[in-house]
């Protein structure tokens, strides 16, 4: 049996009761998330309901719904996932680490990391002047292999250099939905996680 062209796709669902309309957009939303391993944003979301249709509203009622699931719809940025309950990831990983992502990043990456979230976009002469010390260059690579960071804007500075930035990864990662999320500056410096009286001013 042939697929229907996507220009066949019934978005409106006009001939179905309003009650069975709003069931459906919904069940359509849930099974987006459901089938992506990232976030889906509203653009594409709303390639799924119909025209004029709140998807805001609609995953709110599926949030609703999901209610007593151990699993919930995030958001991340400007966009949606469905994830586990933090409840459940102790289940998971007796399970054999079903979806469980290991970093696999050493102390003194997860601190370069939070100097770039804190203090993006930031230069690699910029972490020079918060560490003390240079920022190597497989550090970085290995950030941004696991796409928590990427290239941001070029620093207006002489040279022009490369800047970092984090990424909808990173927010994904650390169960951000935004970097409004990230924790109370302070309390990473009392941690030691970063340092205090940095600056994201690069060197003169």
């Keep these: 049996m042939k697929d229907h062209p996507i220009s066949d796709f019934d978005r409106e669902l006009a001939d179905l009761p309003q009650a069975l309309r709003w069931r459906e957009w919904m069940r359509r939303i849930e099974v987006v998330l459901f089938a992506s391993a990232r976030p889906v944003t509203r653009a594409n979301l709303i390639r799924v309901v119909g025209q004029g249709v709140s998807v805001d509203l609609l995953i709110d009622d599926l949030k609703a719904d999901l209610a007593e699931r151990p699993y919930e719809i995030a958001a991340v940025g400007d966009a949606w996932q469905l994830r586990t309950r933090r409840g459940y990831a102790q289940v998971i990983r ?18 370069v990391l939070a100097a770039i979230a804190y203090h993006q976009p930031i230069t690699r002469d910029g972490l020079k002047n918060i560490f003390g010390k240079d920022i190597s260059r497989d550090l970085i690579g290995r950030l941004h292999a696991r796409s928590l960071i990427a290239t941001g804007p070029r620093s207006p ?14 927010l994904v990662a650390f169960d951000l939905q935004n970097l409004r ?16 009286g940095g600056t994201d001013a690069d060197p003169a």
């Design 94 to 111: 007796a399970a054999a680490d079903v979806g469980v992502q290991d970093l696999d990043l050493r102390a003194f990456d997860v601190a």
């Design 181 to 196: 999320d990230l924790p109370d500056k302070e309390m990473l410096e009392d941690a030691g996680i970063v340092g205090a």
């Design 157 to 170: 500075r002489r040279g022009a250099p490369y800047t970092f930035v984090t990424t909808q990864q990173f």
